[in-house]
C-alpha cells in the first residue's frame, strides 16, 4: 500500500466551480500535512500547511482528520491559474525523518 | 526571498559516467533533501539529512548515490556509475526546521543519461 493515495483525475471544472481533493495517509506516525501545488516541469510550491483544526486561506480550505488518517483541499471559485498538479504531502520522524508525496491529482480549469 | 539554487540546470551524461548535482540550501535551514521525479511519475523521497548525516534513505538511494555538504553551503547528490533509468529531473529542497515546517525547493536538474 502506498504511504500517501490521492485520487489520480484529472479533475475537469469550469471556472467558478468549487472542486475538492482528498488523500489519505497510511502511517499513523505522521505528524505534518502540507498541500503543494505542481506545474508542469516545474518544482512543488507550497500551497498550504494543514492544521489539525482546518484552515483557511482565501479560496483553500485545508481539513485534516487524523483518527481516519485522511487529508482534504477545497478550492473554491476555481481560476483558470488554479489548473495544476495538486500533492499532498506528509512529514513523519520515525527515527529518520522523511517527507513523503502523494502521486498528485491533476486540476484543468476550463474557461 | 532566499531560495534554494541548483546547478547545472540541465546535465547530460553517458551511461556510466559519475554525475554531481549541486544545491545551495536557503542559508538558515538546518533540513536537507534530494527528491528525483521522472518525467510524469510521482516526486519520489531520495535521501534527508541533518546535522552532516544521513536521517533517511529511501529503497532507491542505493550505493551508486551519496550526498555531502562539504563546505556548509553546497548540499551535492552523487550519481557514481549512472544508468539510464537515472534520467530524471531531482529537486534539491531545505527547511529551517524539521516538525511542521514546509520544504523549499530549488528549480532542479533536469538529468539526461545516453
Known amino acids: 500500500r502506498k504511504e500517501v493515495e490521492q485520487d489520480p483525475g484529472p479533475f475537469n471544472v469550469p471556472e467558478g466551480a468549487t472542486v475538492a481533493f482528498n488523500c489519505t495517509y497510511s502511517?499513523?506516525?505522521?505528524?505534518?500535512f502540507f498541500w503543494y501545488r505542481q506545474d508542469c516541469r516545474k518544482e512543488p510550491k507550497l500551497l498550504m500547511s494543514v492544521y489539525s483544526s482546518g484552515n483557511e486561506d482565501g479560496r483553500f480550505t485545508a481539513q485534516l482528520n487524523r483518527a481516519s488518517q485522511y487529508i482534504s483541499l477545497l478550492i473554491r471559485d476555481s481560476k483558470l491559474s488554479d489548473s495544476a498538479t495538486y500533492l499532498c504531502v506528509v512529514w513523519r520522524d520515525t527515527g529518520g525523518f522523511k517527507t513523503i508525496f502523494g502521486a498528485g491529482t491533476r486540476l484543468f480549469v476550463k474557461a | 526571498e532566499p531560495e534554494v539554487t541548483q546547478t547545472p540546470s540541465h546535465q547530460v551524461t553517458q551511461m556510466g559516467q559519475e554525475v554531481i548535482l549541486r544545491c545551495v540550501p536557503i542559508?538558515?535551514?538546518?533540513?536537507f533533501y534530494w527528491y528525483r521525479q521522472i518525467l510524469g511519475q510521482k516526486v519520489e523521497f531520495l535521501v534527508s539529512f541533518y546535522n552532516n548525516e544521513i536521517s533517511e534513505k529511501s529503497e532507491i538511494f542505493d550505493d551508486q548515490f551519496s550526498v555531502e555538504r562539504p563546505d556548509g553551503s553546497n548540499f551535492t547528490l552523487k550519481i557514481r556509475s549512472t544508468k539510464l533509468e537515472d534520467s530524471a529531473m531531482y529537486f534539491c529542497?531545505?527547511?529551517?526546521?524539521?516538525?511542521?515546517?514546509?520544504?523549499?525547493f530549488g528549480n532542479g536538474t533536469r538529468l539526461t543519461v545516453t
Open positions: 529542497a531545505s527547511s529551517p526546521s524539521s516538525y511542521n515546517s514546509p520544504l523549499h
Open positions: 542559508s538558515n535551514h538546518l533540513y
Open positions: 502511517n499513523s506516525a505522521s505528524q505534518s
